[in-house]
């Protein structure tokens, strides 16, 4: 059965700074990875999607990367802001046609002024 | 584009009571369609998902039911809500074929 974790649980960090969120996963069978934001009380907006064939991807301040030998991605925020306050959850999809997704428990993000 | 409606936003019900939420889908044809829960302080879990009309398949046994009654409709329900049955449901589409899942806004329900 797959697992994700993410690591750290909560973080918060000075305006400015670059800053890295970890996510790693039991079963390395995995079609694809994706990275979702959550703003409290709101549904998931998609950051990135990893193929298991890709090494990364990059949307603007956000670069996320995938070792899936290793079972583990990372996404890295480049000068954060404090409008990047928010859950950031990682999610892996299984290689079934379902196209179901693992999710992590997430890590809580606060950019403070 | 796509756009996926998810309703009520909020619910507050009796231990007891009858449920229905409901998820659509505009823009697209034949999408796989999912529903989560998200409970206080734990992950995201799924629940149900489907992959066409009337075909529908639980990830985890519980006093929930799903239903697709039409190609972008997804109805979450209930017969007697539990307290245990409180969080946050979470509607969801994807083209199919590990592409990208995109989600609705979400109801939050609380049972009393």
């Known amino acids: 059965k797959q697992e994700v974790t993410q690591i750290p649980a909560a973080l918060s960090v000075p305006e400015g700074e670059n800053l890295v969120l970890n996510c790693s996963f039991t079963?390395?069978?995995?079609?694809?990875l994706q990275w979702f934001r959550q703003d409290p009380g709101k549904g998931l907006t998609s950051l990135l999607l990893?193929?298991?064939?890709?090494r990364e991807q990059t949307s603007g301040r956000l670069n996320a990367s995938l070792d899936k030998s290793s079972g583990r991605s990372t996404l890295y925020i480049a000068a954060s802001q404090p409008g990047d306050s928010a859950t950031y959850l990682c999610?892996?999809?299984?290689?079934?046609?379902?196209?179901?997704?693992?999710f992590g428990t997430g890590t809580r993000l606060q950019v403070t002024l | 584009s796509q756009t996926i409606h998810q309703w009520p936003a909020t619910l507050v019900q009796p231990v007891g009571s009858p449920l229905s939420l409901e998820c659509t889908v505009e823009?697209?044809?034949?999408?796989?369609l999912y529903w989560y829960r998200q409970a206080a302080g734990r992950g995201l879990q799924l629940l149900f998902y489907?992959?066409?009309?009337?075909?529908i398949s639980s990830e985890v046994p519980q006093n929930l039911s799903a239903s697709r009654p039409q190609d972008r409709q997804f109805i979450l329900s209930s017969k007697k809500l539990l307290l245990s049955d409180s969080g946050f449901y979470l509607c969801?589409?994807?083209?199919?074929?590990?592409?990208?899942?995109?989600f609705g806004d979400g109801t939050r329900l609380s049972i009393l």
């Open positions: 489907s992959v066409g009309i009337g075909q």
């Open positions: 969801a589409w994807s083209p199919g074929g590990g592409q990208p899942q995109h």
């Open positions: 079963d390395s069978a995995i079609y694809n």
């Open positions: 999610a892996v999809c299984g290689t079934g046609t379902a196209s179901k997704l693992t």
């Open positions: 990893i193929q298991s064939s890709q």
């Open positions: 823009g697209t044809s034949n999408p796989n």
